[in-house]
């Protein structure tokens, strides 16, 4: 099995191959909790999925701009052509956030070279800048040094582009985290859900290291000592609703569909809820 959403990260199997162990488990508890089966679409392509429906009802706060953890570390996924088109399109804005094109100018290289490098190399920086463990995103800037973005998200947002938008602009594995999908080694059906208490043990992120998902830690003393103004309580919400035009452009309106009247259904979320229009990905 692997973890789907990393199948293209640079360092390949070591990082998306699921363990023999983190496979059992995963096959334990989707076996004990009630799944919903629905299909999704990336990218074009179908894909059948069993969803760990409940989990979407978990609450969360995925509001980067109260938080000083470093999600945008290591560059999860080779990029993809819309995105380096995108930044070539955009290489002035771009520049303005990374300082990527400033850098590597003062380091000796080439206009030439740095635009050959956006095209073609893993990280659209020179290989050989690239460090062995990642500590940020090449595509992620600090603005005056404090919480941790996203440069194609804000130029998305700058330009005003619409959530179907931004979906397609940026890896589907920074749209979708740190919702884990799972799948089986010929893509044959994919498992989906998020970090908790009861997954974090096969999942690929850490619920326990996770703020955005984890509203205990988010209040402890030591998150808010490196996060002053902190995570307000009243601002997480189901993660059906902070995630729903994410989910809907990035897995397909039928999966969102389908979980959110199954949330609905099963009074895990409410009607009422539904009128929050609470669009994650619009945040500025």
């Known amino acids: 099995m692997n973890y789907f959403l990393f199948l293209n990260h ?32 990336m990218r074009g392509i179908k894909y059948k999925a069993l969803v760990d429906y409940s989990a979407f009802s978990n609450l969360a706060n995925f509001d980067c701009f109260k938080c000083q953890d470093p999600c945008c570390a290591d560059n999860p996924t080779v990029y993809e052509k819309i995105t380096r088109d995108f930044v070539l399109e955009n290489i002035e804005s771009y520049n303005k956030k990374t300082k990527n094109i400033d850098i590597l100018l003062e380091s000796g290289y080439e206009v030439e070279d740095i635009i050959k490098s956006i095209k073609e190399d ?20 600090k603005p005056n040094n404090e919480s941790v973005l996203c440069s194609l998200h804000s130029i998305c947002l700058e330009k005003n582009m619409s959530a179907k938008e931004i979906v397609e ?38 619920y326990y ?34 995630y729903g035009e994410t989910l809907k452009y990035s897995l397909g309106e039928k999966f969102y569909n389908d979980v959110k009247e199954k949330l609905v259904e099963e009074n895990l979320i409410f009607v009422e809820e539904l009128i929050i229009k609470e669009k994650q990905i619009f945040k500025k």
């Open 10 to 41: 640079p360092k390949g199997k070591e990082v998306y191959k699921v363990s023999k162990e983190r496979e059992e488990m995963l096959k334990e508890h989707f076996s004990r909790v009630d799944i919903l089966e629905t299909e999704v679409v």
């Open 122 to 141: 893993e990280c659209m920086v020179p290989n050989e800048t690239v460090e062995a463990e990642i500590s940020l995103c090449t595509c992620s800037f």
């Open 169 to 206: 602009k940026k890896p589907l594995v920074c749209s979708l985290w740190p919702i884990d999908i799972i799948s089986e080694e010929d893509k044959s059906l994919l498992y989906i859900t998020v970090p908790d208490d009861f997954t974090t043990g096969f999942t690929i992120e850490d």
């Open 209 to 242: 290291d996770t703020p955005c998902i984890n509203k205990e830690l988010a209040q402890s003393s030591s998150f808010r000592r490196k996060n002053p103004i902190g995570f307000l309580e009243d601002e997480y919400v189901p993660i059906i609703l902070a």
